[in-house]
Each structure stands twice: as structure tokens, then as C-alpha cells.
């Protein structure tokens, strides 16, 4: 399915009067609305291959139809999302997940739709069935070396899918560790994933960057051998200025102060990029900004300050992109809505008076640095989002035209209600 521009459009001019009418009074209240426009504009989140079905739990899964059967169908969903709010121009691929049998082919179908290829994934997380060892204990960290070695020649094959993509990054997410005390020596598998990371970093053509993805817990439950930033950033350091460390939101311990965590890494240079969800209680995978919608903007306000002082560019020098599982909302819907919770938190991080702030910090007024932040967190950036999609080619209300439009379920009628995508 396409969604014709002229649909958008027309959809557009009905809710044409009342917008214009709330952005003309957040312009009427707020200086720098045009420069925040622009840099919305500019902000693209990219989507990962395996969110488009219904991820479920490891209780269930409830796939509401509809969903993509191959890749080509994954990058036509992308596409529907990207026409609604013209920021999710990219798709990220899991491999094994997501093998292109066409490079060509796949690269051109993406270009139609408006899209790049973002960071492609490994996957020595879950055996293959053509897989000749068992990463149960462990991929990279592995004691036998053949185990490693297998790792290792899976992360070189998906560096060489990404090169006929034209992606120019990868992620590497381990779920390497121990489930009990005594399982494993500490040191030496910490050795043996630097060696391991070592090899697949000089694997890498120069113009690509690796992101390492911590994350506490799960699937091993006593230790994660790439257990936090922390590790993350002391193998990153060692491997060279290509390697960085990647933060997925629901991969801490509870109540972590994720927000310093990405000020430090972008003071160090060494943030690399970010999946985006929300959680209450472990790695949830839900809808960006459903729970703690605060915290994503002080997170945001941290890499508008960090990216700023090191003058980086917000779009383009970190790898953005959103890692979720659906289970009760259809797939497509949930994206829009996390893509929509994501964009207004940057648009509030823009909104913070950062002078004021610093002045605030140097005189120790707490009272003025909790109310420049509240300041700019409550304004209602609702409009200027939706001003940057409307001039972008998008939709006012994206979610709204999703349904008035029937996108579902003309994806039923096209795939079947049986369908089942690949992925987590
Ligand atoms: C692991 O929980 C993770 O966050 C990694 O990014 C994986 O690639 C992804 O989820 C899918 O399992
Ligand atoms: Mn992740």
C-alpha cells in the first residue's frame, strides 16, 4: 500500500484553521520557533526491522495481521510511516532476521520510499538452524575459540550485508554473561570479547562507526559481560576512535540517571547512539514517552547541551533509533506515537533557556534551574511538531490519517490476517 501525498494533503486542510491557530500563539509566546522547526526537520529516527510485527511476550503473542512477510513488506511499512511524519527516514536490519537476497533491488525499493539504511544488527544471541555451534554459553566471551570464531565471521558477514546497503554502522548487542556465581571468570571473559570486538573493529571499512550496546540483565541473570556504560566504555576505548557506545533506554538497573550517564559519554566523545523506548519496570520495550515522558526529555536536554558543546551536528552524528516490542497496539501505530514522543521531547530540550540555566547552576539557585526546565518541559510543543511535519510533506496528525485512511486494514487485505513478521 501507498498513501497518496494528495490524501495527506486533504486531510491536512481540515485541521488547517485550528493549527495555524495554536502555532501562531507558541510563536506569539516563544522566540527561535523557525530555527526549532528547521532542526525537527532535519531529525530523523530510524526504525528497526523487527518492530514492524508484534513482538509480543515470552508469554504470547498477539499479531493483530497484517504484518509484513518479507523485507520488501518491512520497508513498505517504513515507507507508510515515513509519508505520515517525513521523520522516520531510515530502517535498521537484524540479521539473521532480515538477510537481502538482492542488494540492489532492496536499495532501490528503500530510495523510492525516502529511505536509508541505518546501522545494520548482529545476532549471536539465538542459534540458527545452520549454525554449527550453540552460543549457550555465550558468543564472543566464549572459553572455545571456534564458538568465538563463529561469532566473529557472523558480525564480518553483516558488516559486508551493510556495505551493499550503504549503511555505515553496526551494533552489536551481546547477550553474553553468566545466569550463577562461579560460571564464569570475569576477567577472562572481558578479555576475550575485547579480542573478539578487536577483530570485527578491523573488519570495518574506515568510514564506519561500531556501537556497543550495554544492557544489566537478561537473558543471563547474575552478570552481562557488556553489563553497563561503563564497560561499554572501557572496551570502546580500547578498540579506537570508531567504536562507541550505544544506549538503549530500557537496559538499566532501576532508576538509573540515564541522563548523566549520556552527558559523561558525550563529554568522553563516545556516545555513538541510542534506542529509543520506555519502561517501568526492566527492558518493557514500550511506547517512547508512554511512562516517564520527563526523563526523555532531560535525556534530551542532556544531548542538546552535550552535542552543543562539542558542536555536533543533532541529526546526523548520532545514530538514532527506536527499539520496541508491541503486543497490545498495532505495530505501525505504536511507531508513530513513539516517533511523536521522541520529537517533542527534543523540540522541549530546544525550548530550555540555556544562559539562564548557567547562570541558575553558577549561583547555585536550584529553585531557577527546576523552573527553567519545568519551563520549557510543559510547553505545549504540540504544534511546532506538528508544523515541522506539515512542512516536511507530512501529516498534521499522522495517527489520525493512519485510521481515517484505513492502513491496517488494508494490509489485512493485501498479506492476510495470519501473518506473522520476523523479528523478536
Ligand atoms: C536487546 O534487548 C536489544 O535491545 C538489542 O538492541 C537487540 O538487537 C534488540 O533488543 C532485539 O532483540
Ligand atoms: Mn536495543
Given at each position: 500500500m501507498q498513501i497518496e501525498k494528495y490524501k495527506i494533503d486533504s486531510l491536512n486542510s481540515d485541521l488547517a484553521a485550528s493549527h495555524t491557530k495554536k502555532l501562531d500563539f507558541i510563536k506569539s509566546e516563544i522566540d527561535g520557533i523557525e530555527a526549532i522547526i528547521s532542526k525537527l526537520i532535519n531529525f530523523q529516527i530510524a526504525i528497526p526491522s523487527?518492530?514492524?510485527?508484534?513482538?509480543?511476550?515470552r508469554f504470547g503473542r498477539f499479531p493483530g495481521g497484517?504484518?509484513?512477510?518479507?523485507l520488501e513488506e518491512k520497508i513498505e511499512d517504513v515507507g507508510l510511516l515515513h509519508a505520515l511524519?517525513?521523520?522516520?527516514?531510515a530502517i535498521s536490519l537484524h540479521i539473521p532476521w532480515d538477510i537481502p537476497q538482492n542488494h540492489q533491488a532492496i536499495r532501490t525499493l528503500a530510495t523510492q520510499h525516502g529511505l536509508k539504511f541505518d546501522a545494520v544488527n548482529s545476532n549471536t544471541f539465538q542459534d540458527q538452524k545452520?549454525?554449527?555451534?550453540?552460543?549457550?554459553?555465550?558468543?564472543?566471551?566464549?572459553?572455545n575459540k571456534a564458538i568465538r570464531k563463529q561469532a566473529i565471521e557472523h558480525n564480518i558477514k553483516v558488516i559486508k550485508q551493510g556495505i551493499e546497503l550503504g549503511s555505515e554502522s553496526l551494533t552489536v548487542w551481546l547477550s553474553d554473561g553468566?545466569?550463577?556465581?562461579?560460571?564464569?571468570?570475569f576477567r577472562q571473559a572481558y578479555q576475550n570479547t575485547l579480542e573478539s570486538l578487536q577483530e570485527i573493529y578491523a573488519a570495518m571499512p574506515s568510514n564506519w562507526k561500531m556501537f556497543l550496546e550495554y544492557k544489566a540483565?537478561?537473558?543471563?541473570?547474575?552478570?552481562?559481560?557488556?553489563?553497563?556504560w561503563g564497560m561499554s566504555y572501557s572496551y570502546v576505548q580500547k578498540l579506537g576512535e570508531k567504536a562507541f557506545t550505544l544506549v538503549d533506554?530500557?537496559?538499566?538497573?532501576?532508576?538509573?540517571?540515564i541522563e548523566q550517564i549520556v552527558a559523561l559519554l558525550l563529554m568522553e566523545g563516545k556516545l555513538g547512539g541510542f534506542h529509543f523506548n520506555d519502561s517501568?519496570?526492566?527492558?518493557?520495550?514500550?511506547?517512547?514517552?508512554?511512562?516517564?515522558p520527563y526523563q526523555l526529555f532531560l535525556i534530551f536536554s542532556e544531548l542538546v547541551d552535550g552535542m552543543d558543546a562539542r558542536g555536533m551536528?543533532?541529526?546526523?552524528d548520532l545514530g538514532w533509533m527506536i527499539d520496541a516490542s508491541h503486543n497490545v497496539k498495532d505495530p505501525l501505530e505504536d511507531l508513530l506515537q513513539s516517533v511523536e514522543g521522541i520529537m517533542t521531547a527534543y523540540a522541549q530540550a530546544l525550548l530550555v533557556d540555556r544562559k539562564a540555566l548557567k547562570i541558575a547552576q553558577d549561583e547555585n539557585d536550584v529553585v531557577r534551574c527546576q523552573e527553567i526546565l519545568q519551563d520549557a518541559f510543559r510547553t505545549d510543543v504540540r504544534a511546532i511538531v506538528a508544523e515541522a511535519r506539515l512542512r516536511a510533506g507530512?501529516?498534521?496528525n499522522p495517527l489520525q490519517v493512519f485510521r481515517n485512511l484505513r492502513v491496517r486494514e488494508h494490509l489485512i487485505g493485501e498479506r492476510g490476517s495470519l501473518t506473522v513478521a520476523t523479528g523478536l
Open positions: 523487527w518492530a514492524l510485527g508484534t513482538g509480543g511476550t497484517g504484518e509484513p512477510r518479507s511524519n517525513q521523520s522516520s527516514g545452520d549454525q554449527e555451534h550453540t552460543y549457550k554459553f555465550g558468543s564472543l566471551q566464549n572459553v553468566s545466569c550463577f556465581p562461579g560460571q564464569l571468570n540483565f537478561e537473558p543471563n541473570f547474575y552478570s552481562t559481560t557488556v553489563g553497563d533506554l530500557g537496559h538499566h538497573l532501576p532508576n538509573a540517571n517501568k519496570y526492566g527492558d518493557d520495550d514500550l511506547t517512547a514517552g508512554a511512562i516517564k551536528n543533532h541529526a546526523t507530512g501529516a498534521l
